[in-house]
């Protein structure tokens, strides 16, 4: 798999190995948790607080993008460069637009953030992209094999809790 600077391996789609790959960056105060449904009310109201939600689905190439772009909207966002990694962007993503006094970011992501605030999100993701700490402590979570799923007919959710 890729072991080469620059190389992001494809790691398995398990919210343990998500919850363990966020606590090696530092961050403590959320786990991550997966859903198989988001009808069951009083199932999330057990989850609470739910600091967002990660929806997969297949992305097919040359499909456009509907609605407008909001340059000034207050959402932290890191356009996706990498390939095999696209959870683990999501999750950082979505940990950088937390507003809580229960959630630390640690030292790797508060100083990413501070670095990349004035970024576009075409260079946030660059940066992310060249981030050696987090791309390998992603990569510690590679298994040699690991096959990729084909994610047409699999609905998971995950957030962080």
């Known amino acids: 798999m890729g072991t080469d600077a620059g190389d992001w391996c494809l790691i398995e789609s398990d919210p343990g190995v998500f919850t363990e790959l966020i606590n090696g960056i530092g961050v403590q105060g959320v786990q991550i948790e997966e859903l198989y449904s988001i009808d069951d009310e009083e199932h999330l109201d057990k989850l609470k607080p739910i600091y967002g939600l990660i929806f997969l689905f297949k992305w097919r190439q040359g499909e456009e993008v509907e609605g407008t772009l909001q340059p000034d909207a207050p959402v932290y966002f890191a356009k996706q460069v990498i390939t095999n990694a696209c959870?683990?962007?999501?999750?950082?993503?979505?940990?950088?637009?937390?507003?809580?006094?229960?959630?630390?970011?640690?030292?790797?992501?508060?100083?990413?953030?501070?670095?990349?605030?004035?970024?576009?999100?075409?260079?946030?993701?660059?940066?992310?992209?060249?981030?050696?700490?987090?791309?390998?402590?992603?990569?510690?979570?590679?298994?040699?094999?690991?096959?990729?799923?084909?994610?047409?007919?699999?609905?998971?959710?995950?957030?962080?809790?």
């Open 87 to 161: 959870a683990s962007q999501a999750i950082i993503n979505l940990l950088l637009n937390i507003d809580s006094n229960d959630v630390s970011l640690g030292n790797t992501l508060e100083n990413f953030k501070n670095f990349t605030q004035n970024f576009d999100a075409g260079l946030r993701g660059l940066t992310l992209s060249n981030s050696e700490e987090i791309r390998k402590l992603h990569n510690s979570f590679s298994r040699e094999h690991f096959m990729e799923m084909d994610l047409v007919c699999i609905q998971l959710f995950y957030f962080l809790k």
